[in-house]
């Protein structure tokens, strides 16, 4: 499968963005999927994510109550609402995808097999 992320760009702390991730040659309904960020000089981070199933959607306490992941099969597409953005929220912005990943190990990157090119949040006044 390949995963293809947009919607990034520049926007003024508390305002928000949504993220499309489209997936092309395999079905998001058969994948965990997850998104990460990863800011200048820092390690890759784990923003949130949800099992194969659907059943439940995990969040990283930085973006919890901020933040919002769904998914639209009929679009193939999973999206990363980000609301209330904050300077710190500056990254670039992966989606990530993988058939099986045990709900303990969706916030390990090297759980993910698939992963999107990224694109830049930026959160500056």
């Known amino acids: 499968v390949q995963l293809q992320a947009s919607g990034g760009g520049v926007v003024q702390p508390g305002g928000s963005l949504r993220l499309p991730c489209v997936a092309s040659?395999?079905?998001?309904?058969?994948?965990?999927v997850g998104w990460f960020r990863q800011a200048p000089g820092k390690e890759r981070d784990y923003v949130g994510g949800?099992?194969?199933?659907?059943?439940?959607?995990q969040y990283a306490n930085s973006v919890k109550g901020r933040f919002t992941i769904s998914r639209d099969n009929a679009k193939n597409t999973v999206y990363l609402q980000m609301n209330d953005l904050r300077p710190e929220d500056t990254a670039v912005y992966y989606c990530?995808?993988?058939?099986?990943?045990?709900?303990?190990?969706?916030?390990?990157?090297?759980?993910?097999?698939?992963w999107g090119q990224g694109t830049q949040v930026t959160v500056s006044s």
């Open positions: 990530a995808a993988s058939r099986t990943i045990i709900f303990s190990r969706l916030r390990v990157a090297s759980s993910y097999a698939y």
């Open positions: 040659g395999g079905s998001f309904s058969a994948y965990a």
């Open positions: 949800f099992p194969r199933s659907g059943s439940t959607t």
